[in-house]
Structures are given as structure tokens and as C-alpha cells.
């Protein structure tokens, strides 16, 4: 199963309406901060994902994922 073919979640909505943003009527400033802002997200974003990367490799360590 590719990931496109995947039910969205409500999460997807905000970022289904950022992108249809129309970006031409942005000022250079506003342009600036919003793309801090995008780069703000994406660090919190990371910061989860590898939480959560940590919790399973950790989950696989202790149940010993594979084993029989």
C-alpha cells in the first residue's frame, strides 16, 4: 500500500489549506515570517518523530521485535 492511498487524518486539513495559500500577496516580511514559523513547525515536528522513533527502537529492544 503506497502512502497516498492512506485515509487523510484531521491533522492534514491545516496543511491542505496552507497549500492552496495564495503566496503572490504576501509581502517579503510576511513571506520571512511565515517561512520562520514553517521552520519553527518543522523542528517541533522532528522533535516528535524522534521521540517516537526512540520509544519503539526501545519497545524493539525490550520485547525483542523479530524474535520468536
Do not use: C, N, Q
Not at 26 to 34: C, G, P
Not at 38 to 58: D, G, N, Q, Y
Amino acid at each position: 500500500m503506497d502512502w497516498d492511498d492512506l485515509p487523510k487524518k484531521a491533522a492534514d486539513a491545516p496543511l491542505d489549506a496552507l497549500e492552496r495559500e495564495a503566496l503572490e500577496e504576501l509581502s517579503r516580511d510576511e513571506l520571512e515570517h511565515r517561512i520562520r514559523r514553517l521552520e519553527r513547525e518543522i523542528a517541533r515536528t522532528r522533535t516528535v518523530l524522534e521521540s517516537k522513533t526512540r520509544h519503539a527502537a526501545e519497545i524493539d529492544r525490550l520485547f525483542g521485535k523479530g524474535k520468536a
